[in-house]
Structure formats: structure tokens, C-alpha cells
């Protein structure tokens, strides 16, 4: 088979987890060879040791830290489009996707963080490419808030909302019903050991080192699941596998280098814009398994308080305006420059840090036209290795 699935993984510190992830695919029967891994790093960091680990796995990569993804710009013509991805921020993983985009073999991608291991009774790859392959009836959620919490089959219990959940959709009442399901162009992966919390949650939660003291395990969750049409959930990019064709609207979003200081949303409004544009083309985000074991290093709550708060109100408002707009669209690129549109030109003072969703609004009308560009340069000095 083909190699087919790019595996993005931003890195400074855990790359080995790749081992674990290598020897899952093994253990499962997974096809090796359909697997290329772009490890996203910075120039401090020890690349040598990252490219000898591949190699030590006997799997296809490259590493790319920020003066190879300088050359790499330059190379395929699109330096001017070099701010999209921001510097030192978790928000490089829109390299990868630039990477996926500029390699046509790629059929599907795959994010996984440095701080995360697989299960061993799931096939992780496997299973994702089931999920994104999905027909058939599936449970699927609603609330009266228009946000599900993707931690709700034992919210009763541990009380949990994610990072990214509005604190104004907060104590919703949760519908289910099992509807039919096809086209699914997005996996999420959920996660056990430290739940995905945002500061203030994990400061209520009692917990200085940012981790929470709550911890989720394979019991709190109860299998698979979408999320109805016009309602929004929170997407992680830790754990997760995409379509190829989904890449115009899933621009991990600008954060951290910035003047207003705004960081912890990348992915969170990235899943915001995927849903509206899944919704409008109907296809499907399923949420569930395969899960993952996150293990999120000890590290001070009020650093990333300090990186949520300036754009804590603005995330209690985003999909309110974008809710209504790229309707009758039929790509994501369609529905992603209408998103766009609505951010670079609606006046937003009311909020604090208002003008932040201007700036949001022409990186991605910028990195819709790096794709465009990317698409017209004949180039790839890094070419995705052949089958032998």
C-alpha cells in the first residue's frame, strides 16, 4: 500500500513517544509503510537524535526545525506566508499541514502530541482509519447550549467541561439519539490520566502544577459519537486523524506571537471553523476512541492562565460569528474564506482583545492563499520517500 497518512507530531522535549506509537502499529498488524512522520521542532532542540530514532524504527520522516521550515518556504515559494505559523508556539502543527497539502500522496493526516502514549487494546492508526471510513448508525449529541461537552458520557461523575468549552454554555441539558453516519472527514481521540482542562478549571479543581487533580480514566468513556448539525464541541488536536480534503479549514490558528498575548486556542477555534464547514457540507467529526494516555507534564497553572486569559471572552463569542455565514458554499476553502471575511472585516471593540479576531481573520485568508500558491508550484526538494 501506498504511504498515505502524514503523522504531525510538535516536538521539543517527548519525540520518543513516537517508539510507542511504532511499536502499537506493529503489534497490530498496522502497515508501516503507509506511515510518514514530521516531527515540528525548534532549532534548540537535538534534531540529529529525532532523525536517528526514525531511522532506529525503520519508519520514513523528517524533521523540520525553524530554519528547515525557512528553507522549506523558500523553496516551494511561499516565504511571504512564513507568519502563518506562528514561532515556539503548539500552533506549528500548520507546518505539518502545509507539508501534507505541498505532497499529494497524502491521503490522510494524523496529530498526535509529544506528551501522549497509545493504548495497546486499540489499533491506533487502525482505528482512526475505521472511524474515518464509518458508515453506519452512531450516537449523536446535542444540547440546548449548542455545545456539546465531549467529556458528557460521565459528566455526572467527574464534572469535567474541556479546554475551549464557553463558560456560558455551561450546566446544558444533553440530548442523544442514534442517527445515520457517513462521511466522516474527522477522528477525535479522547484521552485518560490528565483531562484536557483549561487554567481556571484546573485551578478550581485544586491543582497549582496544571494538571487537575481529576483525572479521567477508560471507564468515563462509553464509546463513539457525533456531535448534531449546528451544534459545536471542543477538538483536541492531540488525538486526531483528518482527511486529505479538510485541510483549507483546519488552520491551526495564529496564537502565542502576537501582540495581544492570546494562546491556548489554536486548536480549539480550528475545530470551531472545521464544524461549521462540516456542517455545511455534511460531513461528520466522530469523537470517541481510540484513546490515548495523556500525560501532561507538571508545569505552573497560572503560566497558561496567563496564555488563556486575553482570549478567554473572545472564545465565549466565536462561533456566534460564525454560525450563520458560508452557508451555501461547497468546499472548505469556500466556507473558510467566508469565516475569514467575517473576522477581517466586522467591527469587534465590544470585546476585550477585540481586534485579535481581525488579525485571526487575515492569517486565514493568508493561509488559504498559501495553499492556493502551493498548489501551483511544481516543487518538493523533500519529496515523500517512494515504496520500495
Known amino acids: ?135 453506519g448508525e452512531l450516537e449523536s449529541v446535542r444540547s440546548d447550549e449548542n455545545w456539546v461537552n465531549v467529556l458528557y458520557q460521565n459528566a455526572e461523575e467527574h464534572g469535567l467541561y474541556p ?68 451544534q459545536y464541541l471542543t477538538v483536541c488536536s492531540m488525538n486526531l486523524a483528518f482527511e486529505r480534503e479538510v485541510v483549507p479549514a483546519f488552520y491551526q490558528l495564529p496564537m502565542d506571537d502576537n501582540e495581544w498575548d492570546v494562546g491556548r486556542f489554536d486548536d480549539i477555534w480550528s475545530g470551531v471553523f472545521l464544524k461549521r464547514a462540516a456542517d455545511v457540507l455534511g460531513k461528520e467529526i466522530l469523537t470517541g476512541y481510540p484513546l490515548c494516555e495523556h500525560n501532561k507534564a507538571a508545569r505552573p497553572t497560572f503560566d497558561d492562565l496567563n496564555n488563556e486569559v486575553p482570549g478567554l471572552q473572545l472564545n465565549e463569542h466565536l462561533w456566534k460569528h460564525i454560525d450563520d455565514v458560508g452557508g451555501d458554499a461547497d468546499s472548505y476553502a469556500e466556507v473558510f474564506r467566508a469565516m475569514a471575511d467575517e473576522l477581517a472585516e466586522d467591527d469587534f471593540e465590544e470585546y476585550a482583545n477585540g481586534e485579535f479576531f481581525n488579525y485571526v481573520g487575515e492569517h486565514m485568508r493568508d493561509w488559504l492563499a498559501c495553499l492556493e500558491q502551493l498548489e501551483a508550484v511544481d516543487a518538493s526538494p523533500e519529496p515523500v520517500p517512494a515504496d520500495d
Open 1 to 135: 500500500m501506498s504511504r498515505d497518512i502524514c503523522v504531525v507530531v510538535p516536538t521539543i522535549r517527548e519525540y520518543e513517544c513516537i517508539r510507542s506509537y511504532v511499536a502499537n502499529a506493529r503489534r497490530h498488524g498496522f502497515d508501516l509503510d503507509r506511515l510518514f512522520f514530521v516531527l515540528v521542532t525548534e532549532d534548540f532542540c537535538d534534531t540529529e537524535s529525532m532523525e536517528t530514532m526514525l531511522e532506529e524504527e525503520g519508519v520514513e520522516g523528517v524533521v523540520f526545525d525553524g530554519s528547515a521550515r525557512e528553507a522549506w518556504y523558500e523553496a516551494h515559494g511561499v516565504s511571504e506566508y512564513a507568519h502563518v505559523v506562528p514561532a515556539a508556539s503548539h500552533a506549528e502543527t500548520s507546518f505539518g499541514l502545509l507539508y501534507l497539502w505541498a505532497n499529494e500522496g497524502f491521503e490522510y493526516g494524523v496529530f498526535i502530541d509529544d506528551d501522549t502514549l497509545p493504548h495497546d487494546e486499540w489499533d491506533f492508526f487502525g482505528r482512526h482509519m475505521e472511524n474515518l471510513a464509518f458508515e
Open 163 to 230: 479546554r475551549g468549552y464557553p463558560y456560558g454554555a455551561m450546566d446544558e441539558t444533553v440530548e442523544t439519539h442514534t442517527r445515520e453516519v457517513g462521511d466522516v472527514v474527522a477522528s477525535q481521540g479522547l484521552w485518560t490520566n490528565v483531562p484536557d482542562l483549561d487554567a481556571v478549571r484546573i485551578l478550581m479543581d485544586g491543582d497549582l502544577e496544571g494538571q487537575a487533580q481529576t483525572r479521567t480514566t477508560k471507564e468515563d468513556f462509553a464509546g463513539d459519537f457525533v456531535v448534531d448539525p449546528g
